[in-house]
């Protein structure tokens, strides 16, 4: 049986990817629940895969499920279609969209391809990841869930002080209207 070895990139860092083994009749509905659990996404929203060239140009869809929009060719279903019956070269390369709102891209490529089955793995695996995951929601903190961010608030309807609200100096705070001769001691005049 093949073990097909993939590196899934984040679209906007290419530092930030998993490595991730499949079995070759394992389904794409499999490639894409490893690769949500190996970025810590959640399995809410809808996805899709495309298979692309060396150029990451999107081709045939490989959808989650069937939906109506205008094809020239009708997308593969990922519960389907097995990964392996649409590798076609050794460096294959899709397109995995997830969330198409938030349209999260990743590029999936083809880095490896074994016939050697590592007993201690249960397939699809996450073989190795590199870089903090994207987080889903929001930001994401390197110390974890426990640190929040605390959001200072400020009210900018009201003048800050010693400003007027126009951003002027405001009257109470006004300078005096002495000229910088009056105000270096220019008034004591010398007696003449």
């Known amino acids: 049986m093949a073990i097909l070895k ?8 290419d530092s930030i990817y998993r490595d991730i083994a499949v079995k070759h009749t394992q389904s794409f509905l499999d490639l894409h629940f490893i690769i949500l659990k190996s970025f810590e996404f959640d399995n809410k929203h809808q996805a899709t895969f ?6 990451w140009l999107r081709g045939r869809e490989i959808s989650i499920e069937k939906y109506d ?7 593969l279903i990922m519960s389907v279609t ?3 019956s649409e590798i076609r070269n050794p460096n294959e390369k899709f397109i995995y969209v997830y969330d198409f709102t938030r349209n999260w891209t990743f590029l ?3 880095i ?4 050697d089955e590592n007993p201690k793995l249960t397939y699809p695996a996450i073989i190795r990841s590199e870089g903090i995951a994207p987080s889903q929601y929001g930001t994401k903190s390197i110390l974890g869930d426990r640190f929040v961010d605390v959001e200072e608030k400020y009210d900018l309807t009201k003048g800050v002080e010693g ?3 126009e ?3 405001a009257d109470d705070d006004a300078a005096d209207d002495t000229t910088p001769e009056e105000e270096s001691g220019a008034d004591d005049k010398e007696e003449v």
């Not at 993939?6 to 860092?13: G, K, L, M, P």
């Not at 929009?69 to 997308?75: D, G, I, L, Q, T």
């Open 167 to 169: 951003g002027g100096v």
């Open 163 to 165: 400003f007027s609200e």
């Open 6 to 13: 993939f590196r899934a990139y984040f679209e906007e860092d």
């Open 82 to 84: 097995t990964v392996g």
């Open 108 to 110: 999936v490529e083809l």
């Open 69 to 75: 929009k205008a094809y020239k060719a009708e997308p």
């Open 50 to 55: 495309y298979r692309s060239n060396d150029k």
């Open 112 to 115: 490896s391809v074994s016939k």
